[in-house]
């Protein structure tokens, strides 16, 4: 059978299920092709440009942490590749702090896309798997788009409103984890044809497991239910739990993410005290609602402990918020566990 490349995809899903409306389709396919632009830069490594693309930009982003030459790269790779299409009306990211509104020589759209252009940035140098991951929303009518500022409150929707989210990762092979709201598809590139072939369809991931991913350095500030958790499961076999668990941690959310996209798994970076005052580790719009939403489109979990993470209402642009997601009957587990 021919191959699917992600244009014939998503033709299909518009066509035979009425999903995706051409606008979104010309989106998904534009972040598609800017995702390929920063494979193939995240691959020349010290050997792109003027003095490679490894290192510090020399720049602080909103948060205030040190920008890589490829965190700023990526972020551009993006916006060129999105403003002029007509299928946008604004565009935010971890590395901008206001919005990005469309340029008024171009046509605008009625979507808004979020972005962490290059997440898992402390592995750029070391050679470990980073990646992108985004957002799609729709810009509510009469939205005030007057002014960067103004636009903020345009994109301060619960993650239920999103219409489509995904991931790149770059490792070993770059992929493209997509949803439209109809499961979780995963497209692979081929470097040779310049195009993203669907590799998998109707992700599931398993309701058990025996893999965490926390990082245990932050151990000592956790709240109690986590300290409960993690202390269960490190008891093993003899332990309440009844089973031995093992423990990976990339630091890149996109990898750790897709471990459990491919074996289950259970993905926490947990409220704690050394980050309280910032509301959580993770940002909501564009790290943990699009994974949310793929990890429940897989038929797992996503909860900060308390609440899931789709129901909440944001406040502000970069709003942090804790994370656990995964196997459905971890995360119940651990989320039980904030209740009681
Ligand atoms: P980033 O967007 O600045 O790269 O930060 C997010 C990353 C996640 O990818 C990862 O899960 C986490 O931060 C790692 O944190 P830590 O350095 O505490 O292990
Ligand atoms: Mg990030």
């Known amino acids: 059978m021919a191959q699917r490349t992600l244009a014939r995809y998503l ?39 003027e003095g490679g693309v490894l290192g510090e930009a020399g720049s602080d982003n909103v948060q205030g942490e040190a920008q890589k030459k490829l965190d700023v790269l990526s972020n551009e790779i993006l916006l060129d590749a999105n403003e002029w299409g007509g299928h946008l009306a604004a565009m935010a990211s971890e590395e901008m702090d206001l919005p990005h509104l469309v340029p008024h020589r171009y046509p605008k759209g009625e979507y808004l896309l979020t972005f962490d252009p290059l997440d898992g940035s402390s592995n750029i140098d070391v050679n470990v798997s980073i990646g992108t991951i ?17 636009a903020e409150q345009a994109f301060l929707q619960a993650g239920t409103a999103q219409v489509a989210a995904g991931y790149a990762v770059y490792g070993p092979t770059t992929l493209l984890v997509l949803t439209v709201g109809d499961g979780v598809a995963v497209f692979t590139l081929d470097r040779e044809q310049g195009q993203f ?14 893999e965490f991913a926390i990082n245990m350095a932050n151990q000592r ?34 990898a750790d993410v897709h471990r459990i996209m491919t074996r289950g798994g259970i993905f926490m970076y947990p409220m ?12 909501l719009m564009y790290e943990a609602n699009p994974m949310a939403l793929l990890i429940e489109q897989a038929g797992g979990v996503a909860t900060t402990g308390r609440e899931r993470i789709l ?29 009681a």
């Open 197 to 210: 072939i669907l590799t998998q369809e109707n992700v599931q991931i398993p309701a058990e497991t025996r």
């Open 134 to 150: 985004f957002s799609v929303l729709k810009c509510p009518e009469g939205a005030d788009l007057s002014s960067e500022a103004a």
């Open 272 to 283: 704690d005290e050394k980050i309280r005052h910032q509301g959580g580790k993770l940002r």
């Open 221 to 254: 500030f956790w709240e109690a239910p986590v300290q409960r958790y993690v202390d269960e499961m490190l008891a093993g076999k003899t332990g309440p739990l009844g089973k031995d668990y093992n423990m990976r941690w990339v630091a890149s959310m996109v």
């Open 311 to 339: 129901d909440i209402a944001p406040h502000k642009l970069h709003q942090r918020v804790p994370v656990i997601l995964g196997s459905r009957t971890e995360v119940e587990r651990v989320s039980g566990y904030h209740q």
């Open 11 to 49: 033709t299909e899903e518009q066509r035979d299920k009425g999903r995706i409306p051409a606008d979104l389709k010309f989106l998904i396919e534009v972040v598609s092709r800017a995702c390929q632009a920063i494979s193939i830069a995240i691959g020349k490594g010290a050997l792109g440009g």
